[in-house]
């Protein structure tokens, strides 16, 4: 399979074990304070023109805003963001064959920037969301999310691709 497609389904998966991880978080007190609706309202402000929000929270809700925000949080955060993954492989030179749970664990965490220098400014947290809402803790909670969306990214890229799991220290991930 193109590396292309297995990275956007690796986004996905990845995006879903970000939102296990996130649900984990929150038990102990851990989140960023973003919240599906929000991201949903924000998409929808940026196809009316609007980039930014004093506060996104104070804005009104719109129809549909869960909705569109796990359509995006899934096709364009996950799949999207994820073919970013073997585009920067193909122009580093690197082969697919170089371990791509390793890699894809660090381009998770490389995502982090996204949130902290787009999304959350745009939400009128300012960089790195300081400025969120009270309790949040946007610095902490996105690398601690974005780094398992990385290993289902790496994990479906290495099923894919055939790597060798042998050079994981264990063989097979299958018994």
Avoid: C, K, N
């Avoid at 399979?1 to 990845?14: K, N, R």
């Avoid at 999304?119 to 610095?139: D, E, K, Q, S, T």
Wanted: charged share 10%; glycine share 18%.
């Amino acid at each position: 399979m193109d590396s292309f497609a297995l990275a956007f389904i690796g986004g996905i998966v990845g995006a879903v074990l970000m939102d296990v991880t996130e649900a984990a978080m929150a038990r102990v007190g851990i989140g960023s304070g973003v919240q599906v609706a929000l991201v949903g309202r924000w998409v929808l402000g940026l196809a009316r023109g609007r980039l930014a929000h004093a506060d996104i929270r104070a804005s009104p809700a719109l129809p549909h805003e869960a909705g569109v925000g796990w359509a995006f949080h899934f096709l364009i955060g996950g799949g999207g963001v994820a073919l970013l993954y073997p585009g920067a492989r193909l122009v580093m030179g690197l082969p697919a064959s170089d371990d791509p749970v390793l890699g894809g664990l660090v381009f998770g965490l490389v995502t982090s920037l996204l949130p902290w220098l787009v999304l959350l400014p745009a939400f009128g947290w300012g960089w790195f969301g300081r400025r969120g809402p009270p309790g949040a803790h946007a610095l902490l909670a996105s690398p601690l999310s974005h780094i398992p969306y990385g290993l289902g990214l790496g994990v479906v890229m290495a099923l894919g691709t055939g790597y060798p799991w042998a050079a994981l220290g264990g063989g097979s991930p299958w018994p």
